[in-house]
């Protein structure tokens, strides 16, 4: 397993750690100021992070719900020199909220079209 998929795996456990606290201001605070790199990104910087955090939720103890992965993925890939965003979205009826990752205006590691499904609450 490579270092990405540690990475990934440490983010998770740290970003658990913050929601159990419920401290929605403070998880916001850290991915809106999460710098994007000076480095350039490389072409498959977007695959190889969705993969390493698809393997992190894989062997992670519990399940991570959505905040929690968007939210490591988000770090990760501005680590890497995407400029990505986390969005958090909601719908009315049946009301689900729901948080992802965008980056280049396309919603990432998604089986749905969250993009249309949602109405945009928060983008940091």
């Known amino acids: 397993m490579d270092l990405l998929f540690w990475k990934a795996l440490l983010g ?3 970003f ?9 201001r403070r998880l916001h605070h850290i ?5 994007i790199t000076d480095k350039r ?6 695959r190889k992070v969705c993969d390493a955090i698809n393997l992190a939720c894989v062997w ?12 490591v993925t988000t770090c990760l890939l501005r680590s890497r020199g995407v400029a990505a965003q ?6 009315k009826l049946p009301f689900k909220a729901h948080a992802w990752v965008e980056a280049y205006g396309q ?3 998604e089986n749905t079209d969250v993009q249309t499904l949602y109405g945009t609450w928060l983008r940091c």
Request: some cysteine.
């Open 86 to 91: 986390m969005v958090v979205g909601a719908q």
């Open 31 to 35: 991915v809106s100021s999460w710098k």
């Open 16 to 24: 658990d750690l913050l929601l159990l606290s419920r401290n929605f």
């Open 12 to 14: 998770l456990i740290l």
């Open 60 to 71: 992670y103890p519990k399940h991570v719900p959505c905040l929690q992965r968007s939210s």
């Open 107 to 109: 919603a990432i590691n």
């Open 41 to 46: 990104a490389e072409p498959e910087a977007t």
